[in-house]
T-cell receptor, first 115, second 109 residues
Framework: GAVVSQHPSRVICKSGTSVKIECRSL??????MFWYRQFPKQSLMLMAT?????????EQGVEKDKFLINHASLTLSTLTVTSAHPEDSSFYIC???????????FGQGTRLTVV | DAKTTQPTSMDCAEGRAANLPCNHS???????VYWYRQIHSQGPQYIIH???NNETNEMASLIITEDRKSSTLILPHATLRDTAVYYC??????????FGQGTELSVKP
């Protein structure tokens, strides 16, 4: 399968600071990337859909000004958690697809802890 | 909301086949059935997907009923490393996936 890489895998930050998470498709061009988050013992929750060169589409209840998404190239999307607070501590996961109708491949996830 | 229903948990003996059921009675004609699994603290791993016909790859087989209202994922010879949460998802496009609670499969020696 295709390879999607996230960086960093773990990050600890202080409350009030911002954190950037990168998602890269290593061996294919990803027209669309998706961002999810997962709280302990819960399922993945879709946060937003990111299309290269256009604004992200956020799911209902997700604050677009808090979770900034940039998809500047066909191989890179970034999620920035701005003014992070302890309740933002979670497992953030990205996925990417080659195109419409193809399966998604997931990154290994980023564990964010806000202290 | 997720459009699938799966048992919360299942056990399987190592070396035996694991059969994981999924109900998707409201599936639309253009929606595929996708299966992913998630091992603890990792990103989900793609397993297999299908539209109408049964599918098989190196990891698993997918059996879809003729009316497409349910499916079964079959791991032919389960190993301890197959212990994971298995998600059955219906989607028209494969990218945007709405996850349900999945089935926690425990493979026991």
């Amino acid at each position: 399968g295709a390879v999607v890489s996230q960086h960093p895998s773990r990050v600890i930050c202080k409350s009030g600071t911002s954190v950037k998470i990168e998602c890269r498709s290593l061996d294919f061009q990803a027209t669309t990337m998706f961002w999810y988050r997962q709280f302990p013992k819960q399922s993945l929750m879709l946060m937003a859909t990111s299309n290269e060169g256009s604004k992200a589409t956020y799911e209902q209840g997700v604050e677009k000004d808090k979770f900034l998404i940039n998809h500047a190239s066909l191989t890179l999307s970034t999620l920035t958690v701005t003014s992070a607070h302890p309740e933002d501590s979670s497992f953030y996961i990205c996925s990417a697809t080659r195109g419409q109708g193809t399966e998604a491949f997931f990154g290994q996830g980023t564990r964010l802890t806000v202290v | 909301d997720a459009k699938t229903t799966q048992p919360t948990s299942m056990d399987c003996a190592e070396g035996r086949a694991a059969n994981l059921p999924c109900n998707h009675s409201t599936i639309s004609g253009n929606e595929y059935v996708y299966w992913y699994r998630q091992i603890h603290s990792q990103g989900p791993q793609y397993i297999i997907h299908g539209l109408k016909n049964n599918e098989t790859n190196e990891m698993a087989s997918l059996i879809i009923t003729e009316d497409r209202k349910s499916s079964t994922l079959i791991l032919p010879h389960a190993t301890l490393r197959d212990t994971a949460v298995y998600y059955c998802i219906v989607s028209p496009q494969g990218g945007k996936l709405i996850f349900g609670q999945g089935t926690e499969l425990s493979v026991k020696p």
